[in-house]
């Protein structure tokens, strides 16, 4: 082992660490560290305001974060060096420590590679809504290695910047404006002419849809049980909510009061062998069964 890196400091520690001129020494290398992370500290709130206004969130935020760890960096070397460690030997050896650690944390080089592309492709950012594969959530922060997402049901997720490299991600907030979905069935025997006007008055009679652009109402295919009809209505993002539980409601009141049946799948059963004529019979039997039962 190198007794040219720790050993000497230690035992001159070791020897050293009841005396008054040693309390003295670390108490000023204390006083120096904590005046050096107090100054980065300052440093940073004040380059935190600068930028507020010029820099995108994500961004200000991995500033802040630099030079956080810079302070917290010279610090620890400024406290090495007045113990009388021998850094240029530490740090070699650290060198070596470096490669075995470096092979150990490929997936962590992975995601903060990923990390520079997403910052730098400015896909989403810091209070956007997003959807990861089934995980839905509000972006809390945006680091180099993963991002922090609250879920609507105040749930904290963190996912790997390297999945979300890999993964389909939807920005639902990207955009001031949406379009919401409703998927209608109707019946067979309605009038669809009838049927897209009155989507279309519940449409413009809605306080949380948009008139511009205009409602969509595609007449999709000839389902199981009947008709099936996209109506899409567009809104501002804010108000998903009200709009999804309004305009469902609409639905269901407008078409009662039109006279437009939303059906639900039937089935008619056939017993083979058995004839159509001799099924009221079978019935009025089984009635006179539970007549004479009861008496």
């Not at 409703?182 to 009155?198: A, C, I, P, Q």
């Not at 449409?203 to 049980?225: G, M, R, T």
Request: glycine fraction near 6%.
């Amino acid at each position: 082992m190198n007794t040219t890196i720790l050993p000497d400091s230690i035992d001159h520690l070791f020897q050293n660490a009841f005396t008054p001129e040693f309390w003295r020494k670390a108490f000023s290398i204390l006083i120096a560290a904590v005046l050096i992370l107090v100054v980065f500290r300052v440093l940073q709130v004040i380059v935190s305001r600068a930028i507020k206004k010029t820099m995108p969130e994500q961004k200000a935020q991995l500033v802040k974060k630099a030079i956080q760890y810079t302070g917290w960096v010279i610090a620890i070397v400024s406290v090495l060096e007045s113990m009388g460690v021998n850094l240029s030997a530490l740090l070699g050896a650290a060198g070596i420590a470096g490669i075995a650690i470096g092979f150990a944390a490929q997936t962590s080089v992975s995601n903060l590679i990923s990390g520079i592309f997403l910052i730098s492709e400015k896909s989403f950012q810091i209070g956007d809504v997003i959807q990861v594969g089934d995980i839905s959530g509000i972006i809390m922060s945006i680091d180099l290695l993963s991002i922090k997402l609250q879920t609507f049901d105040n749930r904290f997720v963190r996912i790997p910047n390297e999945s979300i490299i890999k993964s389909n991600v939807i920005n639902n907030t990207r955009f001031p404006i949406r379009r919401l979905d409703v998927w209608v069935s109707v019946s067979y025997n309605s009038d669809l002419k009838k049927v897209t006007e009155t989507l279309k008055d519940i449409a413009s009679k809605n306080l949380n849809a948009l008139n511009n652009p205009e409602p969509l109402i595609y007449i999709d295919k000839f389902d199981i049980s009947g008709v099936s009809i996209l109506f899409g209505v567009w809104f501002e993002q804010s108000k998903l909510v009200d709009l999804r539980n309004s305009i469902i409601m609409d639905i269901q009141r407008r078409f009662a009061e039109e006279g437009i049946e939303i059906p639900y799948p039937k089935r008619d059963v056939y017993i083979k062998g058995i004839a159509d004529t001799q099924i009221p019979d079978l019935r009025s039997d089984r009635r006179g069964q539970s007549a004479g039962t009861n008496t």
